[in-house]
Structure formats: structure tokens, C-alpha cells
């Protein structure tokens, strides 16, 4: 029984090395096509590219107020869990989140403490929820992040936004 607890802590060794980070790391500016390819994209890697969209007007116009003026009356789908896990495998099980429709103030509010609940609120809905649900808020950001886009060889499926409270957790964790 020793031989297999160490092989498999081999193997597992053997992976985090071959293409799992301790930390996410940072690059101060875009890979070049071969580079995205060989060193993130293959591998399966995350990374963040440092001041990416500075030049986007989101980075500053997104603000809760403008965000409630452009978005606000409109109904929006808002998943909710009980504990932020959602899209994820928590204690041995995968979850889903329970999906919601509100205004988008009424989520704003939650998100902002100025209303409690329970449970724990958050905007991820897939399938490009930012050019169906929020098409008000696309002249503030590129249509496609032109170097993703090179390197792919097309422009992406789907363009998604997320919100959501502190307690949410990302399965990318």
C-alpha cells in the first residue's frame, strides 16, 4: 500500500510541476501568438496580462452609480447559492446555482450591503450575457482583445460579464 501512496503522490508531484502554478502569474504585456499557444493556452495555464483594457472606458465609467443608470430597471439573471460555490465541485459534489430574475438595481443593492438576504448573489450567467443582457454598457469596452483574437484566429464566441458579492468563489480558485 506505501508503493501506491507513493507513486500516486508521484504523479501528483509530477503534474503540479508540468502545468499547475502556486500562483497565477502576471506579464506585463500580451504573449505573442506562438507564446499564448505554447506556454498557456496548450498547457491549460492561467495568466493576467497587466493594464490589458486600461485604454477601455469601463475601467473607469463602471461605477455601482453609472451602473445603475444604464442597467438599472432592466431584469437581469442573478445566480444564487448558499454559500458561493457554484459551477464548482464542493465537498465531493459539483453544484449549480439557482437562477434568478431581478432588476439590476435590486442586485446592485445586495451587492452593495444596502439590502440584505440570504444567500449569496452574483451576475455570471455563460453564453454572452454581456451582449444579451447588458448591450448598453458594449461602447465602453473593445469588441474582442485583439492579440486573444490574433492568436486564435477568430474572434471569441461568447463575451460574458460577472459581478457578484465577496463571498462568491471562483472554481478557478
Not at 452574483?122 to 474582442?144: A, G, R, W
Amino acid at each position: 500500500m506505501q508503493l501506491v501512496r507513493e507513486s500516486l503522490w508521484r504523479v501528483a508531484q509530477e503534474a503540479r510541476e508540468l502545468y499547475l502554478n502556486d500562483s497565477v502569474p502576471y506579464l506585463d504585456q500580451p504573449p505573442t501568438p506562438l507564446e499564448l499557444q505554447r506556454s498557456w493556452l496548450c498547457p491549460n495555464k492561467p495568466f493576467i496580462v497587466r493594464n490589458a483594457i486600461n485604454h477601455w472606458p469601463a475601467v473607469s465609467k463602471w461605477t455601482a452609480s453609472y451602473l445603475r443608470e444604464m442597467v438599472g430597471k432592466q431584469m437581469v439573471s442573478v445566480a444564487v447559492t448558499p454559500n458561493g460555490y457554484a459551477d464548482a465541485v464542493h465537498e465531493s459534489r459539483f453544484v449549480m446555482p439557482e437562477e434568478r430574475r431581478m432588476p439590476f438595481a435590486d442586485f446592485l443593492d445586495i451587492v452593495e450591503g444596502k439590502r440584505t438576504t440570504s444567500g449569496v448573489f452574483y451576475v455570471q450567467k455563460q453564453c454572452s450575457n454581456l451582449t444579451e443582457e447588458f448591450p448598453q454598457l458594449l461602447p465602453d469596452i473593445d469588441p474582442h482583445i485583439l492579440w486573444m483574437s490574433e492568436a486564435l484566429g477568430k474572434v471569441p464566441d461568447a463575451v460574458n460579464f460577472w459581478l457578484g458579492e465577496s463571498a462568491v468563489v471562483t472554481s478557478c480558485k
